[in-house]
């Protein structure tokens, strides 16, 4: 399985557009060849690097088995498939934010092929019960990883 994104390429800075500082739009993504079995799709994004231990800043979830993308600007609003409540306490995304004067942050995007069609973990789900979830029933995983950080002021 491969996930990619036209905004930024593995390991490379992400755009201020898709973050607090900017528009905070979640970027375009796409993914290929899940294996045989898949019957469904979640995708978290987090930030292992956020002083408080992980952020999370995405989760989408019981996305169908057909689906290979997510617009750009994925609205919060945008059912089905439902968005997990992230760490800024929101439906939806939450672009990169780390504090200022930290050195840049990491934030993975990890999409999960699922043995199920929904994980069961009902509406307004915070993002770790989504990870938790999908992680159980997990069949595949990547990850896609993007740098961020903001300007010292």
């Known amino acids: 399985m491969r996930l990619t994104s036209t905004a930024f390429v593995p390991d490379d800075w992400i755009a201020v557009r898709f973050a607090c500082e900017g528009a905070?739009?979640?970027?375009?993504?796409?993914?290929?060849?899940p294996p045989p079995g898949t019957r469904g799709f979640a995708l978290v994004c987090a930030d292992p690097d956020a002083?408080?231990?992980?952020?999370?800043?995405?989760?989408i979830y019981d996305i169908p088995s057909n689906t290979r993308a997510l617009s750009e600007h994925w609205p919060p609003t945008r059912v089905p498939p439902p968005q997990a409540v992230n760490d800024f306490r929101r439906t939806g995304?939450?672009?990169?934010?780390p504090p200022r004067g930290d050195p840049p942050h990491h934030y993975r995007f990890q999409l999960y092929a699922l043995n199920v069609e929904r994980l069961g973990v009902?509406?307004?789900?915070?993002?770790?019960?989504?990870?938790a979830a999908a992680q159980s029933?997990?069949?595949?995983a990547v990850e896609l990883t993007g740098i961020y950080g903001r300007a010292r002021m």
């Not at 905070?24 to 060849?33: K, Q």
């Not at 009902?122 to 990870?131: I, M, N, S, Y």
């Not at 029933?137 to 595949?140: D, L, M, W, Y």
């Open 24 to 33: 905070d739009v979640s970027p375009p993504l796409a993914w290929s060849d």
């Open 51 to 59: 002083p408080g231990g992980v952020w999370y800043h995405w989760g």
């Open 93 to 97: 995304y939450g672009g990169p934010c």
């Open 122 to 131: 009902g509406p307004h789900a915070p993002c770790r019960d989504v990870e």
């Open 137 to 140: 029933h997990a069949i595949a």
